[in-house]
């Protein structure tokens, strides 16, 4: 049940005053930790459109291939060889996070205090080509240009099979049955953005890896093709989407978008594996809701942070990111907005089978994944009140456990071990009576 | 001695509320208890408590106004509950606002004495287009309810008390006939078809949103052809212009339609309580 759990951490949180700010940040769990995951930086206001796409490909540079649906066919000037290190630093800016916290000494007066009024209070827990026949199979080469390290042809095709049967022809790997997939983007008149890698400008560029490509379109949907990638899926697929808009928090229309569990308190080991942690605990949501919802990771203002995982994107570096609407310098005194909207999506072709379609809504509650390390008291017990201290923090090292568990998967006799409890939960009175 | 089940049935019958609204409400709060537990609405008790507060209380006031003190609160009690599971905002002051609104509208917006709007169509529609941090989210049901909406929703039409589904089935067959119309025309996966066919929000609209009875043509054949002019329009909203939100644009906009459709095919007026006698 969403609400009572939100307001109970918010309690959690505001509880320990000492803190002028909530916690600092020490760990992160970035995209890179989900293997094969695409990453998209999509940036809209009105019909106004920028998408860049990373492609995270290792295999043999002449067989990548990138097609993706476009509305219409885009000149050289709309689209872009983009920094890979935008990616790394919206990735890193909204990245999961850990915070963590230091108990007070119970015995100080204001702990004293804390604790009677904590006692009173409910617990709260891409050829050349040149060379391309113009037309055939029912194919038009509308466009070709080479852009960086790219080959790029726009495509406008009659026949699915058509396009297939031209690609292949023209040496794309594509997977097979791919003119499936392609039959309902012809159908509705879309163009192809076809890439490829330009080995000998590869070469220049001097660079090991592929850098993002960007494009800028007006478009009335606010969407991204899915369902082209999931032509040769053997089983689920991620997608992490950054959104870039300028009023609130964005959400899917065909699909339930859902906010991770977080701000949580987790066991304090969980400091040291904080990737593993949180790969399980996404894995666990997603089986959970049967890969069939849209996650927010992440939804906050990028002109601030709180912890921050990383320093806001300068206004130059949104620019790399898409963001039009920041011009020369904001004469507006800053006053134009950036909201990042992250979603992960984890599909499959049975679960997801339409692209996913947006909307920007009008909420703007910030919303971060982020959990809580609580670090119990080490010094000397020189109260007596240090006895329903030290039980208070027995107790939150249960419900910690218990957390952890539910949350990954993981086995909670395990998890237990590792906190230093014993593998089962302490017997009931009653259960010892008779056993 | 012949044995018969028929005077258990005709006892069992005459235990069951007359009036269509009673089942209208405990469904709407089973699947809003139900959208709250499961489906991570982000709706507040606070807001919830306010939407009803601030409905009831405008229903007290316009029954006092009207001369009618002693009038029904069922109805308000539906489109409260229409507008906690529809509505979402950011604050705290848009639910007893909109709850006003769409309830007063009732009272207000009235042509040839019938309310004019559906209230809680009307209410979101004003929210969306005038009040800064509301919206609706469309996905918020999911779409794996088949099962247990379409189980639900059979269940109310089974009961016999609630009258007008012809306006319900006709929309559905007319919206869901155009989705795989157009799922054929663009050789589209038929799991888009089920995916349409298991979403919340469509199942929510067909059975307590277009199927309300006051705001809906008197004639059966005018209310068919409303019908299939919403069902169209939705889908001309949706797949046509890409936009969020179609069935409660597509109702708001056809509404106007009701009282020239009154007008062209006359019939009588429907009433919530059967008539006595």
Redesign the interface.
Known sequence: MPFPRCLALALLACATPVHAFCGFYVGKADAGLFNEASQVILVRDGHRTVISMLNDYKGEPTEFALVVPVPHVLPRSQINVGDRRIFDRIDAFSAPRLAEYYDEDPCSPRELEMMKLRRMAPASIAMDAAIMPKRSLGVTVEASYTVGEYDIVILSAEQSDGLETWLIENGYRIPPGASRALKPYIRLDMKFFVARINLQERARTGLTYLRPLQFAFESEKFMLPLRLGMVNARGPQDLIAFILTKNGRVEATNYRTVKLPANMDVPLFVSGEFNRFYKAMFDEQAKREKHRVVFTEYFWDMSWCDPCAAEPLTPDELRKSGVFWLNGDDGQGGASKVMLTRLHVRYTRATFPEDLMFQETADRENFQTRYVLRHPWTGKDECAQAAAYRESVRKRQQVEATTLASLTGWELGAVRTRMGLPAQPEAKWWERLWN | MELSLRPGIDTLRGALPKDARVFQILFLASLLSMG??A???????EQMALTFAAGLMTQVYALHRIGMPNGSYLSAVVTCFGLSILL???SLWVHPLIAIIAIGSKFVLRVNGKHLYNPANLGVMVALILL????V????????LIAAGWFLMLGSVVTGHARRWDVSWMFLGCFLGMVALRML?????P??F??QLGNGALLLFTFFMISDPMTIPNHRRARLLYAAIVAGFAIFWQYG?????ALVWALFLCTPLVPLLDRWWKAERFQWRPATG
């Open positions: 709250v537990l489906r991570d609405f982000t709706l507040r008790w979402r905002a950011d800064p941090g509301a919206w989210s469309p996905g918020q049901w999911g779409h794996d025309l663009l050789g589209q996966n799991w888009v089920v995916h212009l890409f936009k969020p939100n």
